[in-house]
């Protein structure tokens, strides 16, 4: 029977806890089911920040509902992942229905609403007392750098950060993005006040951009705007570190599991923000010898943009992370990305700067953090992969896609709809994604009385 909040059948979730364990219900469910309905192109759709289960499933009913009449004689079977991410209430989907009033508050205020808070208590379980804190010290905003100084150590504490050592495990997902192995200096005992200043600074960049070079009068924004940034992206560098656990320790063995009963299924796999890392964390959880996944589409992925590559410029003798992973795929991997991202554009490469950085975060230039070392691929695409193709979104749409390798599509016609801070980061509901996602995978083929231009 199909589920009446789904815009697509036949449909299954598979829900992972923070250490990728998977809801085995669910999981042999689709083992089961998904010969039996006789699918043979299974699209597994991974959200980023949404921690709520109707988001997500809102999110993929919305992204999918094209896709039938796309390809009508294909036989598609969708998978909704579902992991303990957490989005911030303050940066709804674009052209989806505001949950509360608190997203309708304007960005500029650091107070944490009651949606954050019970977000933060979802993400972040028996921590009631700590987030209380949190709170406390965000609608106060005491003026001195020591205050700062213990809203730091608070987030700290809150997100679990790993001290400097031998102990420190998550090196593998982060070494090769140029974060460090340990404690990410954005969080350094220390660094607070100017980490604050910093993220206060450029979000008011975003809000009120001015023009490069202008001198005119400039008032230091309240440092505890940038606090609750600090907070927002404390919680991000947690769930980054989450989504790559996830997808190689959850997603992939299921793939793989899935190949052994059902080795005719073709999967297709799809990421928006840190689901783009999971999905892509996926491909080095694969059992050797499993070629089922046949395409990947990364909408707007939230991490380093050198994640492939075998060398870093800046390192030759380090590669990405996920160096050579894409050669997992049997087809294509594409990347979709939009400069309209403001999240990616300005947010993330500031605060991987600051995860890593030994000179004073004073010295920071608004203009500067743009630079290649700290993009994310949701910006500027797969950078430092011999071969990867660029595309517009027109010629994605018009031509074949390559059959393999890293193919970069700027979704910018499109992808280009949200306010600051986060700009178009999760404007990604529309057609043309989908039919991105269709063309990855040559699954059916696109009628020509839905396929519209771009």
């Known amino acids: 029977m199909a589920d009446p909040a789904m815009s697509v059948s036949p449909y299954w979730e598979l829900t992972f806890d923070a250490d990728g364990d998977v809801d085995q219900g669910e999981c042999d469910r689709l083992l089961r089911e998904v010969r039996q309905r006789g699918v043979g192109d299974l699209i597994v759709f991974s959200h980023g920040w949404n921690s709520q289960r109707a988001g ?33 209430p303050d940066q709804p989907v674009p052209d989806f229905p505001r949950s509360s009033v608190a997203a309708t508050e304007p960005i500029a205020s650091p107070v944490l609403d009651d949606d954050t808070r019970h977000t933060l208590l979802d993400t972040f379980p028996g921590n009631a007392t700590l987030i209380d804190q949190i709170a406390r010290m965000l609608d106060q905003q005491p003026a001195q750098d020591a205050e700062l100084e213990e809203f730091g150590r608070l987030v700290r504490t809150l997100v679990e950060v790993v001290p400097p050592g031998p102990q420190a495990q998550f090196g593998a997902d982060t070494m090769a993005e140029g974060l460090p192995q340990c404690e990410p200096r954005m969080l350094a ?25 202008a001198t005119a009068e400039f008032t230091l924004p309240n440092p505890w705007k940038g606090a609750r940034e600090l907070l927002r992206q404390a919680a991000y560098y947690a769930m980054k570190r989450r989504a790559g656990t996830v997808g190689e320790r959850g997603l992939g063995p299921v793939i793989g599991r899935l190949a052994g009963v059902a080795p005719e299924v073709r ?13 892509s964390f996926a491909l080095r959880g694969l059992p050797q010898g499993v070629h089922s996944v046949k395409s990947v589409t990364l909408l707007q992925g939230a991490f380093s943009h050198y994640a492939f590559a075998s060398r870093l410029p800046d390192d030759p003798r380090t590669g990405g992370v996920l160096q050579g992973q894409q050669n997992r795929v ?41 630079g290649d ?58 057609p043309e994604l989908a039919r991105v996602v269709l063309a990855a995978g040559r699954i059916g083929r696109p009628t020509a009385a839905t396929a519209s231009p771009v």
């Open 56 to 88: 997500a499933t809102r999110l993929y009913s919305r992204f999918f509902a094209p896709i039938p009449k796309l390809a009508p004689k294909a036989r598609i079977g969708y998978v909704g992942v579902i992991w303990p991410s957490m989005e911030f």
């Open 189 to 213: 005992v220390g660094c607070t006040a100017e980490v604050c200043d910093q993220f206060a600074q450029a979000l008011e960049h975003l809000s009120s951009p001015r023009p490069l070079g």
């Open 267 to 279: 999967v297709h796999l799809v990421g928006h923000s840190f689901g783009g890392r999971l999905v």
């Open 330 to 370: 049997d087809g294509p991997l594409v990347c979709c990305y939009s400069h309209f991202d403001s999240a990616l554009g300005t947010i993330y490469p500031l605060a991987s700067r600051m995860a890593d950085d030994d000179r004073s975060l004073a010295a920071f230039e608004i203009d500067r953090v743009l």
């Open 373 to 430: 070392k700290w993009g994310a691929m949701g910006h500027d695409g797969v950078r430092a992969v011999p071969g990867t193709q660029a595309l517009t979104l027109a010629e994605a749409l018009n031509s074949p896609l390559p059959t393999s390798g890293c193919v970069n599509v700027d979704a910018c016609a499109v992808v280009c709809h949200g306010g600051a801070p986060m700009g178009a980061h999760s404007d990604i509901v529309h």
